[in-house]
């Protein structure tokens, strides 16, 4: 396999997810913005959000107010902000096209249709409910892509390739929207733990649609512990850090034994995986959720370029 | 100009039904008001979906055009077939031993069959070639010939396209979508496949690798990239014969072999279908700008440790102006007549025949030597005054630009239009294959000129495409 076609792959990978998670992000900045009017202003929760998934920036240098249609505007249409779901769903499909020849036919249908009619959205027709319909698509689109993926592509290296990107992407996501609670509560530490705190979660919780699956594996009422226990450490938890990370092992030991060697990308993925284990969030809240979640992301990034080194990415 | 009408492929000049067509006639009468609106709409919603596209020069990015695609499919009796495939496989075969010849003793100049000064001071011909010996001395290993039908039994060649001749993927998913649309036709008659295209391309780029490459030869596609107007078919060919499918960037030369960056480093390639022109090829030997190329491919191929395919330096047989030569260059080669027709071309340059030529541009086609696309391209019957004195003005400046031909009537096939079916005219491109053997696709990409009346069916000039079927006995 050309180290550009596995390239192409793991990226294809990340920008569907991507794609799928900046409008989670977008969800639950939107929702707190309607919801959480005790807790700051509309354009407060949208800020914060917009931090966590680190777009804040590119939009103050645009915009000098966050109202909802100019940050939903920028999270999902605007070319000039490349993590925009707009951009993120052209990048896959520009990475596709150059693999096509390594995608199933239904896995390039199903980028090529989703960019197609993404294409043909008007953006100022999306207000109101359309807004959260679009939401709900994009995730589908996402949802489409791996099932079509899952379903009917060859579990070899490329099949890895995708599948480390996919994981290597959500976990930095899922870090990202964590570390959101920890923007949106930094001006008001003293509230940690009251009820505001509590809705604050819940909107995170349903970020990663972990609001309903919480109650399975707790029994309990939201409460901030569980749910960082949920979202970092968890392995049955689909989007958590733990179980991405290990995921990401598995797959990574795949490659091993497709090439019959060890490379450099183990040692980072070894490094991510001393991170998660044997911790529990009470050190974790020891250490420093927002400290934590930063040292996580770092990690995560080295091994991106740990493979991209080992397999020849260019 | 000529009164005459075009040749009607379906009817006869009582109107009754050709053979071909009986089957045909039968089955669209049968079809209800809508049925073909509401194919035409399946077939275009069917490649959009799979991304049958073209690029769009000069359009935003993510603009990709559809070339439109006509649901009746143009029919060739076994007999035709094998009358037209005979003529291309004689013509192929002079062509390459034409550029054999010319790269090495060069015999058809010395025998003043073809003028010296037409083939070595001409930009198609390519010195770094002489002496070089390619596989099995093919040079031009994928064809596309168009050819132009004016009667029952009258065929002209257009042009031989040796270079690296596109639309192939268009005949093969045309004929998908057929499958998909009219499966019940397929019942009927016997189709003879075209399937096999790409088994066949892999059967002929294995049967050209060097000789030092091992059993199984290691095949790629070249491609220019993404934004290349015809990727979707260099992305479809390397699915379809299961070839990697590389751009410069993904290869290099390393002690006079090629090789591809891989995941587990490099791998040696043994024979490219390359879809980057000459000039591209590699910056140390041909254009030192080029981006797309592969720095040392060109020494890899001399050292004969690669095979290109088709080989550098295949215009010069393919050159409008020694067009004109082919028949000559048959009998040379091949001591026999030609058995497709040139269509006569007028050279400017000579005074006389320029003279005739600007007496009658309104029954003449223009044409830029290098031209392609339809563009640059006068058609006497179809045009103005003032286009005409344009021309005239053109073909005085530069008389040596321009080849000159008389308009063919071209022959019609029954296309669905808005107002219904009608006829329109229609062009055809075989695709050939030449390695071991000369293996030619029945069938082909048609091209239609879906304006009333109009001449010209390149995608570039409103010109769409039909499904090509050669029944079998």
Same mark, same amino acid.
């Given at each position: 396999m050309l180290g550009r076609t596995?390239?192409?792959?793991?990226?294809?990978?990340?920008?569907?997810?991507?794609?799928?998670?900046?409008?989670?992000?977008?969800?639950?900045?939107?929702?707190?913005?309607?919801?959480?009017?005790?807790?700051?202003?509309?354009?407060?929760?949208?800020?914060?959000?917009?931090?966590?998934?680190?777009?804040?920036?590119?939009?103050?240098?645009?915009?000098?107010?966050?109202?909802?249609?100019?940050?939903?505007?920028?999270?999902?249409?605007? =070319?000039?902000?490349? &993590?925009?779901?707009?951009?993120? /769903?052209?990048? $896959?499909?520009?990475?596709? !096209?150059? +693999?096509?020849? #390594?995608?199933?036919? =239904?896995?390039?249908? &199903?980028?090529?249709?989703?960019? /197609?009619?993404? $294409?043909?959205?008007?953006? !100022?027709? +999306?207000?109101? #409910?359309?807004?959260? =319909?679009?939401?709900?698509?994009?995730?589908?689109?996402?949802?489409?892509?791996?099932?079509?993926?899952?379903?009917?592509?060859?579990?070899?290296?490329?099949?890895?390739?995708?599948?480390?990107?996919?994981?290597?992407?959500?976990?930095?996501?899922?870090?990202?929207?964590?570390?959101?609670?920890?923007?949106?509560?930094?001006?008001?530490?003293?509230?940690?733990?009251?009820?505001?705190?509590?809705?604050?979660?819940?909107?995170?919780?349903?970020?990663?649609?972990?609001?309903?699956?919480?109650?399975?594996?707790?029994?309990?009422?939201?409460?901030?512990?569980?749910?960082?226990?949920?979202?970092?450490?968890?392995?049955?938890?689909?989007?958590?850090?733990?179980?991405?990370?290990?995921?990401?092992?598995?797959?990574?030991?795949?490659?091993?034994?497709?090439?019959?060697?060890?490379?450099?990308?183990?040692?980072?993925?070894?490094?991510?995986?001393?991170?998660?284990?044997?911790?529990?969030?009470?050190?974790?809240?020891?250490?420093?959720?927002?400290?934590?979640?930063?040292?996580?992301?770092?990690?995560?990034?080295?091994?991106?370029?740990?493979?991209?080194?080992?397999?020849n990415?260019y | 100009?000529?009164?005459?009408?075009?040749?009607?492929?379906?009817?006869?000049?009582?109107?009754?039904?050709?053979?071909?067509?009986?089957?045909?006639?039968?089955?669209?009468?049968?079809?209800?008001?809508?049925?073909?609106?509401?194919?035409?709409?399946?077939?275009?919603?069917?490649?959009?979906?799979?991304?049958?596209?073209?690029?769009?020069?000069?359009?935003?990015?993510?603009?990709?055009?559809?070339?439109?695609?006509?649901?009746?499919?143009?029919?060739?009796?076994?007999?035709?077939?094998?009358?037209?495939?005979?003529?291309?496989?004689?013509?192929?075969?002079?062509?390459n031993?034409?550029l054999h010849?010319i790269y090495h003793?060069?015999?058809?100049?010395?025998?003043?069959?073809?003028?010296?000064?037409?083939?070595?001071?001409?930009?198609?011909f390519c010195p770094e070639m002489m002496g070089l010996d390619p596989a099995r001395g093919v040079y031009s290993h994928i064809?596309?010939?168009?050819?132009?039908?004016?009667?029952?039994?009258?065929?002209?060649?257009?042009?031989?396209?040796l270079r690296t001749?596109?639309?192939?993927?268009?005949?093969?998913?045309?004929?998908?979508?057929?499958?998909?649309?009219?499966?019940?036709?397929?019942?009927?008659?016997?189709?003879?496949?075209?399937?096999?295209?790409?088994?066949?391309l892999r059967?002929t780029m294995e049967s050209v690798a060097p000789a030092n490459a091992p059993g199984s030869p290691n095949l790629v596609v070249l491609t220019p990239g993404?934004?290349?107007?015809?990727?979707?078919?260099h992305?479809?060919l390397a699915?379809?014969m299961?070839a990697e499918l590389c751009e410069g960037q993904d290869l290099f030369v390393e002690n006079g072999k090629v090789y591809m960056r891989t995941t587990t480093g490099p791998e040696r390639v043994d024979v490219i279908y390359r879809r980057i022109d000459d000039d591209f090829l590699d910056p140390l030997t041909f254009r030192p700008d080029s981006m797309l190329g592969v720095p040392g491919l060109f020494d890899a191929y001399r050292a004969g440790n690669v095979t290109l395919v088709n080989a550098p330096g295949t215009g010069i047989?393919?050159?409008?102006?020694?067009?004109?030569?082919?028949?000559?260059?048959?009998?040379?080669?091949?001591?026999?007549?030609?058995?497709?027709?040139?269509?006569?071309?007028?050279?400017?340059?000579?005074?006389?025949?320029?003279?005739?030529?600007?007496?009658?541009?309104?029954?003449?086609?223009?044409?830029?030597?290098?031209?392609?696309?339809?563009?640059?391209?006068?058609?006497?019957?179809?045009?103005?005054?003032?286009?005409?004195?344009?021309?005239?003005?053109?073909?005085?400046?530069?008389?040596?630009?321009?080849?000159?031909?008389?308009?063919?009537?071209?022959?019609?096939?029954?296309?669905?239009?808005?107002?219904?079916?009608?006829?329109?005219?229609?062009?055809?491109?075989?695709?050939?294959?030449v390695g071991d053997?000369?293996?030619?696709?029945?069938?082909?990409?048609?091209?239609?000129?879906?304006?009333?009346?109009?001449?010209?069916?390149?995608?570039?000039?409103?010109?769409?495409?039909?499904?090509?079927?050669?029944?079998?006995?």
């Open positions: 596995a390239q192409n792959l793991f990226w294809l990978s990340r920008y569907i997810e991507r794609a799928e998670n900046m409008a989670r992000m977008f969800e639950v900045g939107y929702r707190m913005s309607l919801t959480s009017r005790r807790e700051g202003s509309a354009s407060e929760h949208l800020i914060s959000m917009m931090q966590a998934a680190e777009v804040e920036e590119g939009f103050s240098r645009k915009h000098k107010q966050a109202d909802v249609n100019a940050v939903a505007h920028y999270m999902i249409f605007d =070319e000039e902000n490349p &993590s925009s779901v707009r951009s993120c /769903l052209l990048a $896959a499909r520009t990475n596709a !096209r150059s +693999v096509r020849t #390594a995608l199933t036919i =239904e896995m390039w249908e &199903s980028i090529n249709a989703a960019w /197609l009619e993404f $294409a043909e959205i008007r953006p !100022r027709d +999306v207000t109101g #409910a359309r807004l959260q =319909e679009l939401l709900g698509w994009i995730k589908q689109v996402s949802h489409t892509y791996r099932g079509a993926l899952l379903s009917t592509f060859l579990r070899d290296a490329g099949y890895a390739f995708s599948q480390i990107g996919n994981f290597v992407e959500r976990a930095d996501n899922t870090a990202r929207i964590l570390d959101m609670k920890y923007y949106v509560l930094l001006p008001r530490a003293t509230l940690v733990g009251g009820d505001v705190d509590i809705q604050q979660w819940t909107m995170i919780l349903r970020a990663a649609s972990a609001h309903r699956s919480y109650r399975h594996v707790y029994h309990d009422r939201y409460k901030a512990w569980n749910i960082a226990d949920y979202l970092i450490l968890r392995p049955e938890m689909p989007r958590s850090l733990g179980f991405c990370v290990s995921w990401i092992n598995r797959t990574i030991d795949m490659l091993e034994e497709i090439y019959g060697a060890r490379t450099a990308g183990h040692d980072a993925a070894d490094a991510v995986t001393e991170l998660l284990e044997g911790t529990t969030v009470d050190r974790i809240f020891e250490y420093g959720l927002h400290e934590f979640l930063t040292e996580f992301i770092n990690r995560n990034n080295r091994m991106t370029d740990a493979l991209a080194e080992s397999y990415f | 100009m000529s009164v005459t009408p075009p040749f009607d492929e379906m009817h006869n000049a009582d109107g009754s039904i050709r053979d071909p067509y009986l089957i045909l006639d039968e089955w669209l009468k049968e079809q209800p008001p809508q049925a073909l609106s509401l194919m035409r709409s399946d077939a275009e919603s069917l490649f959009r979906r799979l991304g049958i596209t073209f690029a769009v020069y000069g359009s935003n990015e993510g603009t990709e055009k559809l070339i439109p695609f006509d649901i009746i499919p143009r029919i060739i009796s076994a007999k035709e077939w094998r009358r037209l495939s005979k003529g291309i496989e004689q013509r192929v075969r002079a062509l031993a034409f010849d003793r060069q015999e058809i100049l010395k025998a003043g069959r073809v003028p010296e000064r037409l083939i070595l001071n001409n930009s198609a064809i596309g010939v168009d050819i132009v039908r004016v009667g029952p039994d009258d065929f002209y060649v257009l042009e031989d396209n001749p596109s639309g192939v993927s268009y005949m093969l998913e045309n004929r998908e979508a057929m499958l998909q649309l009219a499966p019940e036709l397929f019942q009927r008659l016997k189709v003879a496949p075209v399937e096999t295209y790409p088994e066949t059967r993404i934004h290349n107007s015809a990727y979707f078919e992305s479809f699915d379809q299961g047989a393919d050159d409008k102006a020694v067009y004109t030569y082919v028949p000559q260059i048959i009998e040379f080669y091949l001591g026999e007549k030609a058995l497709l027709k040139n269509v006569p071309t007028y050279n400017c340059t000579n005074d006389e025949e320029r003279a005739y030529v600007l007496e009658h541009l309104e029954e003449l086609v223009v044409k830029e030597v290098h031209g392609s696309g339809g563009y640059g391209m006068l058609v006497g019957p179809a045009s103005t005054r003032q286009m005409r004195e344009e021309f005239r003005k053109k073909i005085l400046a530069r008389p040596d630009n321009y080849i000159v031909q008389p308009t063919l009537a071209l022959s019609t096939c029954p296309t669905f239009v808005d107002r219904g079916i009608a006829p329109r005219h229609v062009d055809l491109r075989p695709y050939v294959l053997d000369v293996r030619i696709t029945p069938g082909g990409l048609t091209r239609v000129a879906l304006k009333k009346g109009s001449l010209v069916v390149n995608s570039s000039q409103g010109g769409g495409t039909k499904d090509t079927w050669v029944l079998e006995d």
